[in-house]
């Protein structure tokens, strides 16, 4: 099944399941805990308790992958999906990713954990960058501090 990957891209041929209760085993190493906190719960419990095959368009319709593309557009959406996230300030999508991993926290610890990257990103140059580039309407030059 699927672990902690952030985004998701698959072909249409692509095909998901959680097989472990078809064979008298248990999904364990993460996948009862996880998948819960990544899709909607009647979605989750669908794909855990009838251990039922799912192609990529109900996958989509789930929100358990994010998009469905020919095979041959595969590492190309894969790749744009990077050069996206590369082409933001590096500390900023560092901190969003950490702030995101919060999901497993109680709502105020997470509040706080937010909070602290909060402080930390805008306490950065890169935090002043952004406004900047913005104003003189060119691209960002990050530092990464």
Do not use: C
């Amino acid at each position: 099944m699927l672990g902690s990957t952030d985004i998701r891209v698959a072909t249409p041929d692509a095909r998901f399941a959680v097989m472990e209760p078809k064979r008298g085993l248990f999904a364990g190493g993460g996948t009862t805990v996880r998948l819960l906190r990544q899709i909607a719960y009647p979605h989750a419990m669908e794909l855990l308790l009838t251990a039922d095959m799912i192609d990529a368009e109900r996958a989509l319709t789930m929100g358990l992958i994010n998009r469905v593309v020919p095979a041959d557009e595969l590492m190309p959406a894969a790749y744009d999906y990077a050069r996206r996230i590369a082409e933001n300030a590096p500390l900023a999508t560092f901190a969003t990713k950490q702030s995101a991993m919060g999901l497993s926290l109680g709502l105020e610890e997470a509040f706080d954990n937010e909070a602290r990257h909060t402080d930390r990103v805008f306490a950065t140059e890169d935090a002043k960058e952004g406004p900047r580039e913005s104003a003189e309407k060119r691209p960002p030059v990050w530092q990464g501090r």
